[in-house]
């Protein structure tokens, strides 16, 4: 989290490991409207990613 600090963007983030997340509708909110936004080799990290 530091390294993103460190990066002086003029966003914030707030990051969470989807299979941690114990809000039903959190998860159900990043289902239906959540985006990819970073894919490595091909392949989604989180298919289910979401901005704010």
């Not at 003029?10 to 997340?21: C, E, M, V």
């Not at 998860?27 to 970073?38: C, D, K, L, N, S």
């Amino acid at each position: 989290m530091d390294e993103i600090n460190d990066l002086l963007l003029p966003y914030t983030f707030d990051l969470s490991i989807f299979n941690h997340i114990s809000d039903s509708d959190v998860v159900e909110h990043i289902q239906r409207a959540g985006i990819t936004f970073y894919e490595k080799g091909g392949q989604a990290l989180n298919k289910t990613s979401c901005e704010k």
